[in-house]
């Protein structure tokens, strides 16, 4: 039961988040909209207001924007296919970023709830290179290798492209006086390097904001990390996940508390607004690509040519979706259990 509501919140979540980026946009440049829905399927609950209709339907997977001369030719001046092209690219585009929207809001409630890494350190760790040379709680690192230091992030990251066979100069503070030490770090079991230290969390709004932000980016990094190793052929449908996949991660997570499912959140949050973005046919993506080629050429391509290439994108989108699928149930062995 857990299972089902936790997947049901994040899938709605990440796709009303999504639509209502797409409505908001399109109200705003007078795109006319004829339905906005949250759900799929039989109607429950439908009220219309003003020329919108506000729809709750049965299965609560999704949801959508249905907006006047978005998929069929209008004469109305107000539709989709009539107005200025970059609002429309800006309707289209608004969805992702309603996405990245909803990852910094639910990052910045985790970094607030677990508080955010400082340059404080909280202790060392027993036998490490930094506490055999002294550094002990509530010291501040404000220096390594000749670089400034001020946040946690810029610690890790100095220590991490250290040389683990040469010295590291570190400069702290204690008590209000500058201590400079020299250590060699030391690679520990997953091959990192480290020199031993925790650091001390603090908790702010916006500290939390901050915190929000450098998740999200963090993560949309890894997009593009991963995009690097797909055109160099280092990634198959094994490192690929769908729903069920997706559906057995929420149902991991959510035994480990609220926090690890609101991060899984962000996470898939950031991973449909930058995936939605890729030129691929039948994403928003590819809609962008044909908008701009539009206002190059000053005139729209052929609307039927347009809808094929998108329909040959959605099959093998499909296609790709049910090998994902199929990799997920062999890989997590879903009918054995």
């Given at each position: ?27 705003m ?16 609950f ?14 609560p ?48 409630i ?31 690192i ?30 702290i ?39 929000g ?69 039948a994403?928003?993506g ?51 259990r």
């Amino acid at each position: 039961m857990l299972t089902v509501v936790a997947a049901i919140f994040i899938f709605l979540m990440v796709i009303v988040f999504h639509e209502f980026g797409h409505f908001i946009v399109a109200k705003m440049v007078g795109i006319k909209v004829n339905e906005f829905s949250i759900g799929m399927g039989p109607k429950i609950f439908q009220n219309e207001k003003g020329e919108t209709k506000y729809t709750l339907r049965a299965l609560p997977i999704g949801g959508y924007v249905s907006m006047e001369g978005e998929d069929e030719e209008s004469n109305d001046p107000r539709s989709f296919n009539n107005a200025l092209p970059l609002s429309r690219i800006a309707v289209v585009v608004a969805g992702a970023i309603m996405n990245f929207v909803l990852a910094i809001i639910v990052f910045s409630i985790v970094s607030y709830s677990v508080g955010m890494p400082s340059t404080t350190v909280y202790k060392t760790q027993k036998g490490s290179p930094a506490e055999e040379i002294g550094i002990s709680s509530g010291d501040q690192i404000i220096n390594i290798n000749g670089k400034e230091i001020n946040s946690w992030n810029e610690i890790s990251e100095e220590i991490s492209k250290s040389n683990p066979e040469e010295n590291m100069d570190i400069v702290i503070l204690r008590d209000g006086k500058t201590i400079k030490y020299t250590l060699k770090p030391e690679i520990n079991e997953e091959n990192r390097v480290i020199i031993g230290i925790e650091p001390e969390f603090e908790k702010s709004f916006l500290l939390a904001i901050k915190g929000g932000f450098q998740k999200t980016g963090a993560v949309l990094k890894l997009m593009f990390d991963f995009i690097k190793m797909v055109f160099r052929g280092q990634v198959s449908t094994k490192d690929l996940s769908g729903p069920v996949g997706v559906i057995y991660a929420i149902s991991e997570t959510a035994k480990y508390g609220i926090i690890n499912l609101l991060y899984l959140l962000g996470f898939i949050s950031v991973n449909l607004g930058f995936f939605n973005l890729l030129p691929i046919p039948a994403l928003d993506g590819s809609r962008i690509v044909f908008l701009i080629v539009e206002m190059v050429r000053g005139k729209s391509l052929d609307p039927e040519k347009e809808g094929f290439i998108h329909f040959i994108g959605f099959v093998l989108l499909i296609v790709l979706m049910i090998a994902v699928t199929y990799s997920d149930i062999i890989r997590f062995s879903i009918f054995r259990r």
